[in-house]
Antibody, heavy 117, light 112 residues
Framework: QVQLKESGPGLVQPSQTLSLTCTVS????????VHWVRQPPGKGLEWVGA???????DYNSALKSRLSISRDTSKSQVFLKMNSLQTEDTAIYFC???????????WGQGTLVTVSS | DVVMTQTPVSLSVSLGGQVSISCRSS???????????LSWYLQKPGQSPQLLIY???NRFSGISDRFSGSGSGTDFTLKISRVEPDDLGVYYC?????????FGSGTKLEIK
């Protein structure tokens, strides 16, 4: 069945770079898009960015200058890198399989990233 | 960016009752291809969001017919009938018509 699982450091220091990995199973990255959505503690959902089946990417314009999403199809992994982290970037980061007609159809469990010294 | 406005912020309902949640977008969500990409999600406490409704009124796989969506253009509604304990959580609307994808701020459903 479709599964997504995020992994990465729980704590990142301010101004440092965040690196997250989303490992997927049950579907192919070459025929599906994977998106990142984040949620600050106790707050709502914010779309971060996406990598499409062909490998192109789209980013939230507010984060674009700090953000990079890439993938390794052989390992069924999608990567998020965000630099110059600030405390406002503290959030649960979810990777999701986005199905065009449906929306965010499948979600990972999420990983909490805390930006603090 | 398309701004999604949800009301109310929270609501309380008795088991077996019915509730409606409103979602309004700052621009029409009708895509050039004629489809309207408005979805509803439920985030239960401590869990990831789950897809309930897609393209305004279509229930996702395994979703109870107690959940129904309606609306068009910029004005949408989620109705939950015969509310059960497992329905509690935060409901979000989300649009997929225009990038960046955006969500409403959420409606918290509590059981009386």
């Amino acid at each position: 069945q479709v599964q997504l699982k995020e992994s990465g450091p729980g704590l990142v220091q301010p101004s440092q770079t965040l690196s997250l990995t989303c490992t997927v199973s049950g579907f192919s990255l070459t025929s599906n898009s994977v998106h990142w959505v984040r949620q600050p503690p106790g707050k709502g959902l914010e779309w971060v960015g996406a990598i499409w089946s062909g490998g192109s990417t789209d980013y939230n314009s507010a984060l674009k200058s700090r953000l990079s999403i890439s993938r390794d199809t052989s390992k069924s992994q999608v990567f998020l890198k965000m630099n110059s982290l600030q405390t406002e970037d503290t959030a649960i980061y979810f990777c999701t399989r986005y199905v065009g007609s449906y929306g965010f159809a499948y979600w990972g469990q999420g990983t909490l990233v805390t930006v603090s010294s | 960016d398309v701004v999604m406005t949800q009301t109310p912020v929270s609501l309380s309902v008795s088991l077996g009752g019915q509730v409606s949640i409103s979602c309004r977008s700052s621009q029409s969500l009708v895509h050039n291809n004629g489809n309207t990409y408005l979805s509803w999600y439920l985030q239960k406490p401590g869990q990831s969001p789950q897809l309930l409704i897609y393209k305004v009124s279509n229930r996702f796989s395994g979703i109870s017919d107690r959940f129904s969506g309606s609306g068009s253009g910029t004005d949408f509604t989620l109705k939950i009938s015969r509310v059960e304990p497992d329905d509690l959580g935060v409901y979000y609307c989300g649009q997929g018509t225009q990038y960046p994808l955006t969500f409403g701020s959420g409606t918290k459903l509590e059981i009386k």
